[in-house]
């Protein structure tokens, strides 16, 4: 919407959005393309990709990215301008860093389902991926201020963003909240 050309590349049999239908919704302005990245053949069409891009985002474990030659280490050797942001469950080098994570595992994880959901017996279902959300603005907000950062530094820079940082970015208000004029 904001003249960017956007291309994500996803997995041959598409993303899990076009078969709950959110495809149109999450995809609305971007260029699909299908890509097998254990593929060499395949995965070289992106690695050219990525030595052109402005943005590079990806949300895989840590350290999946670098076994395809696409982690930031390896884009920046060919294109030093880019702004690198890897989204994941637990960050980069937290001790849980390969451990799976979704919405619902971080909210329970942190404490946000019985802080929301009270405690009751059974599982406790919240309506909406609020920390996928919360997730998504840390990483725009962050790769936007980093493209801003390079127009005025002349270098491209690398953002670490979690499920687990956007989890603890909906508990600020509350422990400042609660904190008043007490020292945390």
Not at 65 to 77: E, K, P, Y
Not at 136 to 159: E, N, Q
Request: hydrophobic share 40%; charged share 25%; with cysteine.
């Amino acid at each position: 919407d904001y003249g960017a050309e956007v291309i994500r590349v996803e997995h041959p049999n598409g993303s899990v959005l076009r078969r709950t239908g959110g495809h149109s919704l999450w995809n609305r302005g971007k260029r699909s393309l299908a890509v097998d990245l254990d593929d060499p053949a395949q995965r070289s069409l992106v690695q050219e990709l990525a030595q052109d891009a402005d943005i590079v985002i990806e949300d895989h474990r840590p350290g999946r990215a670098a076994s395809w030659g696409l982690d930031h280490a390896s884009v920046a050797r060919t294109n030093p301008d880019v702004v690198y942001c890897s989204i994941s469950a637990y960050g980069q080098d937290d001790a849980r860093r390969d451990r799976l994570g979704a919405d619902a595992a971080v909210i329970a994880h942190v404490g946000l389902m019985v802080e929301w959901g009270g405690r009751r017996e059974g599982p406790i279902f919240l309506g909406h991926p609020a920390i996928d959300y919360a997730t998504a603005f840390l990483a725009s907000a962050g790769t936007l201020a980093l493209l801003r950062s390079r127009i005025v530094s002349g270098r491209g820079d690398f953002l670490d963003v979690s499920l687990l940082d956007g989890a603890l970015s909906l508990y600020t208000m509350n422990w400042s909240a609660e904190a008043g004029t007490k020292s945390i």
